[in-house]
């Protein structure tokens, strides 16, 4: 069955940087585009950064465009997401999903991904 694993989660200070791993198993990895995207308590899941199948291209939210970095490797079945000058608004839980075709935007909404990961926690602290 399908299965995507976040790990990286955890507490962090302001500043501080992060990297995010997606593990995929169970649906055919290449032929599908892979996002991030988080929820702060309270509030609803927002698309943060996306990238196509072959990893040409790239997405952000204005809100992490400069300081995330999203990367894939299509031969580890795994999507990256480097956080680097952490802020306190970076607190939510991530979560890795799954999409076969990006909008035309690049900028999927939560609705339309595919396939979901559990999601991993992360905390910064100012």
């Known amino acids: 069955q399908v299965q995507l694993v976040e790990s990286g989660g955890g507490l962090f200070e302001a500043g501080g940087t992060l990297r995010l791993s997606c593990a995929a198993s169970?649906?055919?990895?290449?032929?599908?585009?892979m996002g991030w995207f988080r929820q702060a308590p309270g509030k609803e899941r927002e698309f943060v950064s996306a990238?196509?199948?072959?990893?040409?291209?790239?997405y952000y939210a204005d809100s992490v465009k400069g300081r995330f970095t999203i990367s894939r490797d299509n031969a580890k079945n795994t999507v990256w997401l480097q956080m680097n000058s952490l802020k306190p608004e970076d607190t939510a839980v991530y979560y890795c999903?799954?999409?076969?075709?990006?909008?035309?935007?690049?900028?999927?909404?939560?609705?339309?991904?595919?396939?979901w990961g559990k999601g991993t926690l992360v905390t910064v602290s100012s």
């Open positions: 990238v196509t199948w072959g990893g040409s291209r790239t």
């Open positions: 999903g799954a999409v076969k075709s990006l909008p035309p935007s690049g900028k999927p909404r939560a609705h339309d991904m595919d396939y």
């Open positions: 169970g649906y055919s990895f290449i032929s599908y585009a």
